[in-house]
């Protein structure tokens, strides 16, 4: 039995709320969408048996692609109406008979929406059917952008910008009238040149500085807390949960370490400094960085790594430094005592790190061909990735949906 993949990518609001995720799909040893092997169906099917969609989506819709075959079995009426957009891929072809069920799962309540949709002729039957038409900023050049914008915005239907990828390509679309957004522009910093890091954002910097070091300096710490009370009623409570199982209650930091262990207790004040530092982000941000640091971490004994699960987890939390301090990364990790592995990794460089990163970003973008030949470096790694990937998910929501 060959191991099923999913990717979901998250859809934003004006506000930069998550509104969806579109799920993403590979059944087999294809590292490709396949269209006419049932895999439309397939993703439906598995979304609710095989992933849980409560835990792929939360309470946010999901986009997901239907090609032909999809509709004529009927696949969408699998997950109520309320739960997903049904996403017609742009190689479908409008007959009499598909038009014809589409109108009946759109008086059911389903929403459409309209894959790369670039105003050809033959979607244009379609039109009248969405909700949502998705445009490929990567695929069309701005005056098309703007034309197409300019026919379609109406009450009727929502302008949805997909690979959007810098915060140019987000301030183009609103200003276009665009009102939904999917890329990875929220994993990027919206300023590259060099600026001021705000006091608080200061000291959380400090607190990851200081418990990325070889030794712990405890005075340190406590003192950085200090200037950060919020942080530190934050971990207190945490700790004092019941779901953890201390047997007495924390009220200092070195009493923390002492009964919960110092690689928890690395881990875990460096998960909440960096909670702290997405203050202002779109959630979404620090909930790509805690699952991409649980993912990392859950990989590295299958990868041969297992004595660099700290650092790895490390390493996929401060994936996204650059975007939580709009500074690039080089220069924010020259401001962290993180390994030289880590700072090869998040710098581009090559290295078993920088491997395990790539299968991470591969996994997240669904681009199966290249996970395939990144997860090949790490050894015989591919059939874990599925259960890692959606464990990390799982443990990133606990603590933040």
């Known amino acids: 039995m060959h191991e099923k993949f999913i990717a979901r990518q998250p859809i934003f609001d004006l506000r ?29 099917a598995d979304s609710i048996t095989l992933f849980d969609l409560q835990l792929l989506t939360g ?14 079995l009927g696949a969408p009426r699998l997950l109520p109406p309320n739960r997903i957009v049904v996403e017609i891929l742009e190689t479908v072809q409008p007959t009499d008979e598909i038009l014809a069920i589409c109108r009946e799962l759109r008086d059911a309540g389903y929403f459409f929406a309209l894959d790369d ?12 059917l969405a909700r949502f038409l998705k445009v490929d900023f990567q695929l069309l050049d701005p005056d098309a952008r703007k034309s197409l914008a300019a026919k379609y915005r109406s009450p009727n239907i929502s302008l949805l910008a997909e690979k959007v990828e810098t915060q140019r390509d987000l301030d183009e679309a609103r200003s276009l009238g665009f009102t939904y957004f999917q890329g990875y522009f929220f994993c990027k910093p919206s300023m590259i040149e060099t600026r001021e890091i705000p006091g608080n954002k200061l000291v959380q910097l400090q607190l990851l500085n200081a418990v990325a070091a070889s030794d712990l300096d405890f005075n340190r ?14 971990l207190l409570r945490y700790l004092n ?14 009493q923390a370490l002492t009964l919960f262990g110092e690689r928890e207790f690395r881990r875990w004040l460096s998960v909440f400094a960096v909670i702290a530092l997405s203050s202002g982000k779109p959630p979404e941000l620090i909930r790509t960085a805690l699952t991409r640091a649980y993912f990392c971490e859950e990989i590295a004994r299958p ?82 990735l599925p259960d890692t990937y959606k464990l990390a998910i799982q443990r990133a929501a606990a603590l933040t949906f």
């Open 16 to 44: 930069l709320r998550v509104f969806a995720y579109e799920l993403l799909f590979r059944g087999g040893p294809q590292n490709a969408f396949q269209p006419y092997a049932n895999a439309s169906a397939s993703v439906i």
């Open 59 to 72: 309470h946010a819709r999901a986009f997901v692609n239907v090609d032909e075959l999809a509709l004529r």
């Open 117 to 128: 949709f670039v105003d050809a002729p033959h979607s244009r039957p379609f039109v009248e």
């Open 221 to 234: 710490i406590e003192g950085l807390l200090k200037l950060e009370p919020s942080l530190l009623y934050r």
């Open 241 to 254: 949960s019941p779901a953890i199982g201390l047997r007495s209650e924390v009220h200092s930091v070195r």
């Open 303 to 384: 990868a041969g790594l297992p004595d660099q699960s700290s650092s790895l987890f490390l390493m996929g939390l401060l994936s996204v430094a650059d975007a939580l301090l709009d500074k690039p990364m080089d220069e924010v990790l020259l401001q962290l005592p993180v390994s030289q592995d880590v700072k090869a990794a998040l710098c581009g460089g090559q290295n078993r790190f920088r491997d395990v990163y790539e299968v991470l970003l591969a996994m997240e973008r669904a681009e199966w061909q290249e996970l395939g030949e990144c997860a090949a470096r790490l050894g015989e790694i591919e059939e874990k």
